[in-house]
């Protein structure tokens, strides 16, 4: 005898116009998300100037953002539009660990960036000894193991149902596809993945935002004193620091409600949110995954710089070659240009040397805030 024969699917599907409406955002929203993430890794990699550490983990965060846009974003737009999963719970075990890991991925990327700016900030002289290539490799193998530990591992071994069973495998007559949240893993996933890096990045932006505002009163006092140009250096480097503040803006906006009601489901059952507000709040968290890449060409000179470089060559079909660098003619002259034919690749302008007291005594600081350029 088929269980399901008595079984009638109660959610109420969307009318044809709804549908439509819904269709056309998500499918927009996947549209950019890919695209978008595809222009910054390319950027990084043709444009010399965008090669440096800070940029191989915003590179990462792309690659984890495009591989979303991939392998998850179509499966949760078909299942948001026809409330069916048709692909069997095997698939749906899969769909739902790729979820996870990569939301999870992308949320320690943007975790490590804040510590690299920190770091950046903080320790401008020793930035070069603290941040190394093999620590930012050992930091990015960190990133996606503890994302597998809170995916894959979990979900098919059943720690994340009340229960020992894994989900989705009992009779699924409803044709649904939905991830289950015991106690112990709401709470320990949305502690390990996101509240507790919340608050870290919280307390290194207000860090840095603080050094940054201390020293450009410093070096704007002193240029003024010393020098007839209208811009210091450090205006840019405080320019910087506001672009933190939005990109942390952005993330709590995308990603709090979404595991507040994570949380709450762990807690109070699966089934306390569910339908359009359950909806709301995944794709919300989807959307950071798309707002990353604008965050950087609206508020990063350099990726500007790049994207409207790339975007000409595609126009006019250049070759690889010419599309390595961005193009000297028509570069800004007067305040903000860098000077000088032989500048080293990757050197961030003239360093300024400033004499500051700091409570430890005077320490000579080499462009205090210089490598803040590469913010998101």
């Not at 179509?74 to 996870?100: K, M, Q, R």
């Not at 770091?119 to 941040?131: M, N, S």
């Not at 530990?149 to 939905?178: E, R, Y």
């Amino acid at each position: 005898m088929d269980p399901c024969n008595n079984v009638t699917d109660a959610t109420k599907p969307m009318s044809f116009p709804l549908q439509l409406l819904v269709g056309s955002f998500l499918t927009i929203l996947i549209v950019f998300t890919l695209c978008g993430n595809i222009v910054v890794c390319l950027a990084v990699t043709l444009d010399r100037r965008l090669r440096s550490l800070t940029n191989c983990i915003i590179v990462s965060l792309a690659i984890t953002d495009l591989l979303l846009a991939l392998l998850v974003l179509p499966f949760s737009a078909f299942y948001e539009l026809t409330h069916e999963w048709p692909f069997g719970s095997t698939l749906c075990n899969i769909y739902s660990s790729l979820d996870v890991m990569l939301c999870t991925a992308s949320i320690l990327n943007l975790f490590m960036i804040s510590l690299d700016r920190y770091f950046a900030v903080t320790t401008p002289l020793r930035y070069r000894q603290v941040v190394t290539p093999s620590r930012v490799a050992v930091g990015l193998v960190i990133i996606w193991a503890v994302s597998l530990m809170v995916s894959f591992l979990p979900i098919h071994l059943g720690w994340n149902t009340n229960g020992t069973a894994v989900q989705n495998t009992t009779p699924n007559c409803t044709k649904t596809c939905d991830l289950e949240v015991n106690p112990i893993y709401g709470l320990v996933d949305a502690l390990l993945t996101f509240y507790i890096p919340l608050v870290i990045m919280c307390v290194t932006y207000y860090r840095i935002f603080k050094i940054a505002r201390e020293q450009a009163k410093r070096i704007n006092h002193t240029w003024c004193c010393s020098s007839n140009s209208p811009m210091p250096p450090m205006v840019k480097e405080h320019k910087a620091t506001v672009t933190l503040a939005v990109v942390l803006g952005a993330f709590v906006v995308c990603w709090f409600p979404y595991f507040t009601v994570f949380t709450y489901r762990g807690v109070w059952g699966n089934n306390s949110v569910k339908g359009a507000p359950m909806s709301i709040v995944l794709w919300l968290g989807y959307a950071n995954s798309a707002l990353n890449p604008i965050l950087y060409g609206t508020l990063n000179r350099d990726f500007r710089v790049a994207y409207q470089h790339l975007l000409h060559c595609w126009r006019t079909g250049g070759a690889r070659s010419s599309c390595l660098s961005p193009p000297q003619k028509g570069r800004p002259r007067g305040r903000n240009c860098r000077q000088g034919p032989n500048r080293q690749e990757g050197q961030e302008g003239k360093s300024l040397k400033l004499e500051i007291r700091n409570g430890k005594g005077t320490s000579l600081v080499d462009g205090a805030l210089q490598s803040a350029k590469a913010l998101p």
